[in-house]
């Protein structure tokens, strides 16, 4: 080669040289990953679904058609999750990502991260750790992208409550009585809390409303937290109407130092939207082991008003309450169409022979329960059956027999059902017992003060009472003084318990109160230290005259109300002068329970029904803060119901 093709040579090659420069399929940008962070959870496996997303410079020349496409593409091979304090890659997961042509470029997979590894990383102290992948194009440019995994706190470690799964009845107030357990790893000490429950609709996601308040524990783990949720019938009316099948009550909780939630949940079934109660009459029969037995009963289907079909049952069933065990079925198909309510009829035989398995079994008390369903999920019924070896314990058959508790009433010393106090005021209570047979009585008077009285109350025994009840089948015993001094309201409860009174499986229940027959309750409020005016007294319509199912009940607002009670009360049997009415003691009959939203309301179904005609009754509001302190009342008002 010459001189002059040399030169030529060398100036060609400087001149092409930047062009080499230019990348032939773009340079790699940014990247962007969705979501930018995920909670773990350590009591269940993660499956996280996760998307990259890779912008890129144009390309600086026609693509040459390398690896991943015509354009070059973009490719990795695995995803790492990193300790972001030490760089250590803790795991390799997931698999090869590519894709071909030219950016942008959109990449999606799904991440399995299992429950033992999680905890394994807890255990080592680790709160935040990346989920990270870099991407490589055909030019030889990478950049790598990263997801936040925020650990939950290593001494938690799940959530669990009891029930798990419960029925909703649409035609009353539903009392919930949830037990939450929150465990947690190693030997933590310390305590946990939550702020409230949430109800949530599982298709949808959406939170339907809150109920409760604030729950903690404190100690070593695990943490035992009890509660009561009350539902109005409203609400499960509404999701009916919407079409709801399925409710969850969930709560979150966290270390009381900080840190990410672990979320415990219950579900809530509801029935079908046309079905509202099922009640059985008689409620509640005495078995005989030494002859067989005779159940003539009455089955009464309550719908929506408007609700015209059929409504059907396939058995009855006889079951141990203390185990959940089916010991057996009953009678057949039962079925009513037309308009409700449908009462249906039915005569039930149960021999000597499976009462007295029964009691040699240990059992004192079954239920026969029957499940009626319109075109949704079943609506439950039950009667209860207490079970004795001879007639001898049957009522009043045998006044020297064994002592059977059958009746209690509670009340205060003037006769009211409910009581409103000054700080300090005496204050005593007594019960009326009906029984039959003689015999020693065990029992206790227990009360739950302002601070445990909502969510599950905490009882403490006032004293133990032993009284020897003799053949006049009727007995009245007198409360110890009650509390007075702290304001708030008290949960005040007799409770009956000799071992013969009730099976022995149930005697662990309830510290002391192990039959929820043998039990009676009853409330109290003690007002604030400025006396009954530190209180709101509430507005109200009607104050006189006679209502109906039309009739508007309204009352003024309160502030920092939360929920507000309506609450009716019989004053005795028909009466044509105030005097007349307003001399009983009055009793109460039923209640509404409302939220704050509501200053007007007209009685519900379930109210009326327990409504006479023709009768006079006494009514009042009360209104309740968030903690279910009673912050305002109205007075007394007598009204006469006329359907």
């Given at each position: 080669m010459n001189r002059f093709s040399r030169y030529l040579l060398q100036f060609v090659l400087a001149w092409l040289a930047p062009l080499a420069l230019l990348p032939a399929h773009g340079a790699l940008l940014s990247i962007n990953v969705q979501p930018p962070q995920q909670q773990l959870q350590a009591n269940q496996d993660n499956s996280l679904a996760v998307s990259w997303r890779l912008t890129s410079t144009p390309p600086g020349s026609p693509p040459t058609g390398g690896p991943g496409g015509p354009g070059g593409g973009v490719s990795s091979p695995s995803a790492l999750v990193v300790d972001p304090a030490s760089g250590m890659v803790l795991a390799t997961l997931g698999g090869f990502l590519n894709q071909g042509g030219s950016g942008p470029y959109l990449l999606s997979e799904f991440i399995q991260l299992p429950a033992d590894s999680v905890q394994e990383w807890q255990r080592r102290g680790l709160r935040r750790l990346l989920l990270v992948r870099d991407f490589t194009d055909a030019s030889g440019s990478s950049l790598r992208g990263q997801l936040v995994l925020n650990l939950p706190s290593a001494e938690l470690r799940a959530v669990t409550v009891q029930p798990a799964q419960r029925q909703l009845i649409p035609g009353q107030d539903n009392s919930l009585m949830l037990a939450w357990q929150v465990t947690a790893t190693g030997e933590y000490s310390g305590a946990v809390l939550s702020r409230q429950a949430s109800l949530v609709d599982p298709a949808s996601g959406a939170v339907l409303g809150t109920l409760g308040g604030p729950l903690r524990g404190e100690g070593r783990a695990p943490f035992m937290l009890n509660e009561q949720?009350?539902?109005?019938?409203?609400?499960?009316?509404?999701?009916?109407?919407?079409?709801?099948?399925?409710?969850?009550?969930?709560?979150?909780?966290?270390?009381?130092?900080?840190?990410?939630?672990?979320?415990?949940?219950?579900?809530?079934?509801?029935?079908?939207?046309?079905?509202?109660?099922?009640?059985?009459?008689?409620?509640?029969?005495?078995?005989?082991?030494?002859?067989?037995?005779?159940?003539?009963?009455?089955?009464?289907?309550?719908?929506?008003?408007?609700?015209?079909?059929?409504?059907?049952?396939?058995?009855?069933?006889?079951?141990?309450?203390?185990?959940?065990?089916?010991?057996?079925?009953?009678?057949?198909?039962?079925?009513?169409?037309?308009?409700?309510?449908?009462?249906?009829?039915?005569?039930?035989?149960?021999?000597?022979?499976?009462?007295?398995?029964?009691?040699?079994?240990?059992?004192?008390?079954?239920?026969?329960?029957?499940?009626?369903?319109?075109?949704?999920?079943?609506?439950?019924?039950?009667?209860l059956l207490s079970l004795v070896s001879s007639d001898l314990r049957a009522p009043r058959e045998n006044q020297s027999g064994e002592l059977r508790v059958q009746r209690l009433s509670l009340s205060f010393m003037d006769n009211q059902k409910i009581a409103l106090v000054a700080p300090g005021s005496a204050l005593t209570a007594k019960v009326l017992l009906a029984y039959s047979g003689n015999g020693l009585l065990e029992g206790r008077w227990q009360v739950a003060e302002p601070g445990s009285s909502e969510g599950q109350p905490f009882y403490r025994t006032l004293t133990l009472v032993r009284p020897f009840l003799g053949d006049s089948q009727q007995s009245t015993l007198q409360s110890p003084p009650l509390p007075t001094d702290k304001a708030g309201k008290y949960r005040l409860r007799f409770c009956v318990g000799n071992g013969e009174q009730a099976p022995g499986d149930d005697l662990v229940l309830d510290y002391g109160c192990p039959n929820e027959a043998l039990t009676v309750e009853t409330v109290y409020q003690v007002l604030g230290s400025a006396g009954p005016d530190a209180q709101s007294l509430i507005g109200v319509s009607p104050q006189s005259g006679t209502v109906d199912a039309k009739t508007p009940f309204e009352w003024r607002a309160v502030d920092a109300a939360v929920v507000y009670r309506v609450q009716f009360f019989a004053t005795g049997p028909q009466a044509d002068s105030e005097a007349e009415v307003l001399g009983e003691s009055p009793s109460f009959i039923a209640g509404m329970l409302l939220p704050a939203s509501l200053t007007q309301t007209t009685l519900s179904n379930l109210l009326r029904s327990k409504l006479e005609p023709d009768r006079y009754y006494l009514w009042r509001v009360t209104a309740h803060d968030e903690n279910g302190d009673l912050i305002g009342r109205s007075h007394e008002w007598r009204v006469r119901y006329q359907p």
């Open positions: 949720l009350d539902l109005p019938a409203a609400s499960v009316q509404a999701w009916q109407a919407s079409g709801i099948r399925r409710v969850l009550v969930q709560r979150e909780f966290s270390a009381e130092a900080g840190g990410p939630l672990l979320r415990g949940q219950m579900v809530l079934t509801l029935p079908s939207a046309e079905l509202r109660a099922v009640t059985v009459q008689p409620a509640q029969r005495q078995l005989l082991g030494n002859q067989d037995n005779r159940l003539m009963l009455t089955w009464q289907v309550t719908t929506r008003s408007d609700y015209s079909g059929a409504v059907s049952s396939r058995q009855a069933n006889v079951v141990d309450p203390a185990s959940g065990a089916v010991l057996g079925t009953l009678g057949g198909p039962l079925r009513g169409e037309g308009r409700a309510p449908f009462v249906l009829n039915e005569q039930l035989d149960l021999p000597a022979a499976s009462v007295q398995a029964w009691l040699a079994s240990g059992i004192r008390r079954v239920v026969v329960q029957r499940e009626f369903s319109a075109d949704g999920a079943p609506l439950r019924g039950q009667m």
